[in-house]
Nanobody, 114 residues
């Protein structure tokens, strides 16, 4: 089981930026795919972006051009740089090591004020 710890959430104004971090308890290069999901209140958890072991990235259409996933293999950490934030980006953001099984972090709250 992979332990994942997110950090970096908080309050940002619309148009602002935040950077989320996710530290893994294992070498992230041993994980096929790592991802960021988000879950707004009362809505399902949806994929935001993912990065494969080989470095291939995918993004949800709603965040393309605004969000960037990256990683620091030496620190076993992935990041989510969020720019041009919109109120609809507000959610709990979860880091995931995709499986099976899939391991999840505890989530970090992102709030965007208009």
């Amino acid at each position: 089981q992979v332990q994942l710890v997110e950090s970096g959430g908080g309050l940002a104004q619309a148009g602002g930026s935040l950077r989320l971090s996710c530290a893994a308890s294992v070498r992230i290069f041993s994980i096929d795919t790592m991802a960021w999901y988000r879950q707004p209140p009362g809505k399902p958890r949806d994929l935001v972006t993912r990065i494969t072991r080989g470095g291939t990235t995918n993004y949800a259409d709603s965040v393309k051009g605004r969000f960037t996933i990256s990683r620091d293999i030496a620190k076993n950490t992935i990041y989510l740089q969020m720019n041009s934030l919109k109120p609809e980006d507000a959610a709990v953001y979860y880091c995931a090591a995709l499986g099976p099984p899939t391991d999840w972090g505890q989530g970090t709250q992102v709030t965007v004020s208009s």
